[in-house]
């Protein structure tokens, strides 16, 4: 079982990480001028995809507040 969840992940990263295209072609309007398009890429962290994809996106990580706060009223 171990054997085939392994494969299984494997398998679906390769074809994600080969898949064509990328976030910004699927949210932009196909007229989008290429300033548009480097502004959503720079919002996205997408200038330097092979160190973005390897890190996980850490930074947006580090902008989530897993602790309540106690201004909350709990």
Not at 2 to 13: A, H, K, P
Not at 23 to 37: F, H, M, Q
Not at 43 to 63: A, M, V
């Amino acid at each position: 079982m171990f054997v085939t969840l392994v494969g299984i992940s494997i398998i679906s990263w390769v074809i994600i990480t080969l898949a064509p295209g990328g976030p910004i072609g699927l949210t932009l309007d196909p007229k989008a001028s290429p300033k548009v398009i480097e502004q959503m890429m720079k919002n996205y962290d997408l200038i330097n995809p092979s160190t973005s994809s390897t890190t996980c996106g850490s930074k947006s990580f580090s902008l989530v507040n897993f602790i309540p706060s106690k201004t909350e009223g709990r």
